[in-house]
């Protein structure tokens, strides 16, 4: 069941790539791993934390979040 929304996939691929960028430039750090998991959320459409919380970033056909 998805639960991750267009704006929010796009939010999540910014950030993700940001994070893994700092592996490579900047501080250089190992951290910059933890990246994966907002750019894997992003294509899977799915947020584990999402679904712990209750909430979803997904319209529904009437235009408001579920």
Known sequence: MKN???VDKVIRLIIGAGLI?????G?????GWIG???????FI???PLY????ISS???ISG???
């Open 27 to 31: 501080p250089q750090t190992l951290w």
């Open 58 to 60: 997904v319209k529904s």
């Open 64 to 66: 408001k979040a579920n």
């Open 45 to 47: 459409s799915f947020c």
């Open 36 to 42: 994966i998991i907002p750019i894997a959320t992003a």
């Open 51 to 54: 679904k712990v919380i209750g």
């Open 21 to 25: 960028s700092l592996v490579f430039i």
């Open 4 to 6: 991750v929304g267009s």
